[in-house]
């Protein structure tokens, strides 16, 4: 294996070369952090996607692509005398030896997980106490995924003693929300359409919270189901030598019924 302190110095240098103002590629130089911030959300999707694909050969430059977001973000803060990269690495240092007593200090290790996880959660109130965040729900960041962020959302609510008790009443309140959406689409009002769709959103995430689903992974799991099925229909038209587009949705939904009742057997 390579030295990671030599790599990732050889990374900073590159990424400084790229940027600089008289030397530098013209792209690099005209980005800023908040056209660099899309990338970098898609990159840790693509390092997820690998890791779900099992895609062991394509993670290393995966996290590579990742890797350069983050020497990139530090790049442009250095050159502002924000901070640099080894500002960025001694913070997750501080933060993770600070979180794990257990570990880096005198607290015992022997504790359950959930325990764990109640201390963990205790060190970050202090931390977002110490940032002025005394909100219940600051500091749950605004990039993350909508529905991620709906189910930490409701989690730091829940903590706070506001949640329903069982799955029961959140089934009622998804039937309450499915009844305004209807009354919603009827009313030909965009806008309020939009704003009941995201209240059922919003009540699905509370749903998988409490059946201790991960909606994001449940979604990808559909996606995939979907994608597989839908290529089905594809492959079994071209055996006809047709297309989707040549046949009737009557023909597509058969074929989709047998793909269906081939996976299950």
Not at 23 to 48: L, M, N, R, Y
Not at 115 to 123: L, N
Not at 227 to 253: G, K, V
Request: proline residues 4%.
């Amino acid at each position: 294996m390579s030295d990671a302190s030599e790599e990732t110095r050889r990374l900073i240098a590159i990424m400084a070369a790229l940027r600089d103002p008289r030397t530098g590629c013209p792209w690099d130089i005209e980005q800023d952090f908040a056209t660099i911030a899309p990338s970098t959300i898609e990159e840790a999707h693509e390092v997820a996607d690998a890791i779900a694909r099992q895609a062991w050969d394509e993670l290393p430059g995966e996290l590579g692509d990742l890797l350069l977001q983050v020497v990139f973000h530090a790049q442009m803060a250095s050159e502002k005398g924000m901070f640099d990269f080894a500002d960025a690495a001694r913070a997750i240092s501080d933060k993770l030896v600070a979180r794990h007593p257990h570990v880096f200090g005198d607290e015992s290790r022997e504790k359950s997980a959930e325990q764990q996880v109640k201390d963990w959660e205790a060190i970050k109130a202090q931390e977002r106490a110490a940032k002025a965040e005394r909100g219940t729900l600051d500091g749950v960041a605004l990039g993350l995924p909508a529905l991620t962020r709906a189910v930490k959302l409701q989690n730091r609510a829940a903590r706070v003693g506001f949640d329903w008790p069982a799955t029961d009443q959140v089934l009622d309140k998804l039937r309450e929300e499915t009844a305004e959406l209807v009354a919603a689409r009827d009313s030909a009002d965009p806008g309020h359409l939009a704003e009941e769709f995201g209240d059922l959103l919003f009540v699905m995430a509370n749903l998988a919270r409490h059946l201790r689903i991960d909606p994001e992974e449940a979604l990808r799991g559909a996606n995939a189901k979907f994608t597989r099925r839908f290529q089905s229909i594809e492959a079994a038209l071209a055996a006809q030598s047709r297309r989707p587009q040549d046949s009737t949705l009557e023909e597509m939904d058969a074929l989709w019924d047998a793909a269906k009742a081939a996976e299950k057997t």
